[in-house]
């Protein structure tokens, strides 16, 4: 692999190595017979410190793919349309290295770059070649590929093999070939999501939960698994930015920032993305439900309590809700408490909804067991319901639970001491904290999310800090205006795992004091609703 850094003398460094190397390309027979030796005594260097920089000679083919398709990248999106020309004046601008080009091409050692220039060009016109065209998502797909793979072609015969004439009959005859091919591709209309069936997910929904809650790290952070974490971390940052990059509603974000999927490798990189508010989270899922109200069969819907306003009703697809669960799942057992073999009580999903067993044939046999609490039933008949049922588990949210507490403590009432219990949805004051211990036995645990997000934030008992579950979330603190990073401010969520409907960098309307460790965040104070 290569390495980069901001440092200048780095830099000059690796700019002596790969013009040595290109050198030694130009005048040797055969790649083969270029040394790394070779390399590090012309640009003055040894090898100890070539290997600072590269692991092979291959690295610098490698780097140098790399950067020539992140330069047709950004010279592409650099105009508002497509036109063939704007590729041959590209490859002009990199006429200087056409000889270099060339001779690897020729012995096999730059098909690499086929690839990425193919993926780049791909990735380009699937995003800006069918804007205001009725054209389904296969197509999409299929035409890009066509026209990318065609392109990479011609961009080696006509440019990099040295065929130069017949230029501008070329850039017509890749004209008329894109007109006519994408002039009967309109057929239905396209919208910001996947157009497919969600109905074989929602078949594997139970399989997958299982499979997510085994890969998920339910161990606190510690110093044996905090490289695991961040590197987790940072590939589904990467996965969740190339999602989002095919969604229209995330596409003019990008385009808003400056920025593409490749910018985003680690959680820092989030702040260089726009903040999604509320309001704007609410005009987008209406404007999908009003093109296709159908899609969202399969899916599952939630709201929010709609206590700082209008209830925002959110939608999860199979394979999102599979994740969901199965990190919850993952807080529930991180205390040590055993989710498949005791039972929990919660909170129903919709407001008004009534509580009821979810005894489903799994639950018959013992395992995940759980009921439900209705929001709209008094205290006195929650509380019988919690000493009838004898939660291992108690999870709702703190006003609720504090409303029992206060009436069991008024009535002189004991209430069932589950293992665990988690109050959610605000931030727990002293008071509180004081009278739910009392009520409810020792057991707290703090556990913090959104309805939007999923849990995502969690103090076990006993520790002074908050831990975020930095492999299936990204919770940034930003200042109290938005307007930059900042360790204490206004907390911004992304769920990494939300891929199909995606919601990046989400104000909670939470305060947060925040430090970093081990280039992972914690969380110190949650001051909640601090700036709803």
Not at 291 to 308: I, L, R
Not at 310 to 320: A, M, Q
Not at 471 to 488: A, K
Request: net charge neutral.
């Amino acid at each position: 692999m290569y390495r980069t850094s901001s440092d200048r003398r780095f830099y000059k460094i690796k700019k002596d190595i790969r013009a040595a190397f290109v050198k030694l390309v130009l005048e040797k027979d055969h790649f083969s017979d270029i040394s790394i030796t070779e390399v590090s005594d012309l640009a003055d260097i040894n090898r100890k410190t070539f290997y600072l920089h590269y692991d092979s000679l291959d690295d610098i083919l490698t780097e140098y793919a790399d950067d020539l398709s992140e330069d047709m990248m950004q010279y592409l999106y650099a105009s508002d349309r497509f036109d063939a020309e704007r590729l041959f004046q590209w490859m002009d601008l990199h006429r200087d290295e056409h000889p270099f080009v060339r001779k690897l091409y020729a012995q096999d050692r730059l098909l690499v770059f086929d690839g990425k220039c193919l993926n780049t060009l791909r990735d380009y016109f699937s995003s800006c070649l069918f804007t205001g065209r009725q054209v389904s998502s296969l197509d999409i797909q299929v035409v890009s590929s066509y026209l990318a793979a065609g392109l990479t072609e011609i961009m080696k015969q006509w440019t990099l093999f040295g065929k130069e004439e017949g230029r501008a009959e070329v850039i017509r005859q890749t004209r008329e070939i894109m007109d006519k091919g994408l002039s009967g591709l309109e057929k239905k209309p396209v919208t910001g999501l996947p157009d497919r069936s969600y109905e074989s997910d929602a078949h594997m929904e139970h399989f997958n939960t299982m499979q997510n809650y085994l890969s998920l790290i339910r161990e606190p952070v510690n110093p044996k698994n905090v490289r695991q974490i961040t590197e987790v971390q940072s590939r589904r940052i990467r996965d969740l930015m190339e999602a989002a990059w095919k969604i229209p509603f995330y596409r003019e974000r990008f385009q808003q920032s400056g920025t593409r999927p490749s910018d985003y490798k680690k959680a820092d990189d989030l702040y260089k993305f726009p903040v999604l508010t509320k309001e704007e989270l609410r005009a987008w899922i209406n404007a999908e439900l009003a093109q296709s109200p159908g899609k969202f069969k399969s899916w599952h819907a939630y709201s929010t309590s709609g206590s700082t306003g209008t209830p925002l009703k959110l939608y999860f697809s199979p394979n999102e809700n599979a994740w969901l669960t199965a990190n919850w799942l993952r807080v529930l057992a991180m205390p040590g408490y055993n989710p498949f073999t005791g039972k929990t009580m919660s909170r129903t999903l919709l407001p008004g909804e009534k509580g009821k067993d979810l005894d489903s044939m799994i639950q018959r046999f013992g395992i995940l067991r759980r009921r439900s609490m209705s929001d709209s039933d008094s205290a006195r008949k929650l509380a019988e319901e919690i000493n009838l049922y004898r939660p291992d588990y108690l999870y709702n949210y703190q006003q609720l639970l504090v409303m029992i507490a206060s009436y069991a403590k008024e009535q002189g009432l004991n209430l069932w001491h589950p293992q665990y219990f988690a109050p959610t949805g605000s931030q727990i004051s002293e008071e509180s904290r004081q009278l739910l211990t009392e009520v409810f036995g020792s057991g707290l645990v703090d556990a913090y999310g959104l309805i939007e997000t999923g849990s995502c934030v969690i103090k076990l008992p006993g520790k002074k800090y908050y831990q975020i579950n930095s492999d299936t979330h990204v919770v940034n603190t930003y200042t109290e205006d938005l307007t930059g990073p900042s360790l204490t401010g206004q907390a911004v969520i992304t769920p990494l795992f939300k891929t199909e409907m995606p919601i990046i960098n989400y104000v909670s309307g939470d305060g947060m004091e925040s430090y970093i460790k081990q280039g992972v965040r914690f969380i110190r104070s949650i001051d909640s609703r601090a700036f709803s």
